[in-house]
Nanobody, 113 residues
Framework: QVQLVESGGGLVQAGGSLRLSCAAS????????VAWIRQAPGKQRELVAT???????TYVDSVKDRFSISRGNGKNTVDLQMNSLKPEDTAVYYC???????WGQGTQVTVFS
């Protein structure tokens, strides 16, 4: 069964860091683009970062120089390292493989000032 599972969300003070991880089954991150997408309460979903074929990263301007997407240490995982977090980063973060329309269940990130 094709599945994505996110982990690593939580509550953190502004300026702190969190590392999200996305683990895949039945999908290879080496040949698929992986996206981290977030949705804050009352707002539309926002594409945060992508990793193309496990190598090339892209970021939305609001997280450049603060977030980093990369292959994780685990087999077939992609991580999102989030530094210098701001209250406006508060959202549910989803991992997705857009080409296959596969989504994880989401993980909550809450940043307080």
């Amino acid at each position: 069964q094709v599945q994505l599972v996110e982990s690593g969300g939580g509550l953190v003070q502004a300026g702190g860091s969190l590392r999200l991880s996305c683990a895949a089954s039945q999908i290879s991150f080496s040949i698929n683009t992986v996206a981290w997408i977030r949705q804050a309460p009352g707002k539309q979903r926002e594409l945060v970062a992508t990793l193309v074929n496990g190598y090339y990263p892209t970021y939305v301007d609001s997280v450049k120089d603060r977030f980093s997407i990369s292959r994780g240490n685990g087999k077939n995982t992609v991580d999102l390292q989030m530094n210098s977090l701001k209250p406006e980063d508060t959202a549910v973060y989803y991992c997705s493989v857009p080409a296959l329309n596969v989504w994880g269940q989401g993980t909550q990130v809450t940043v307080f000032s």
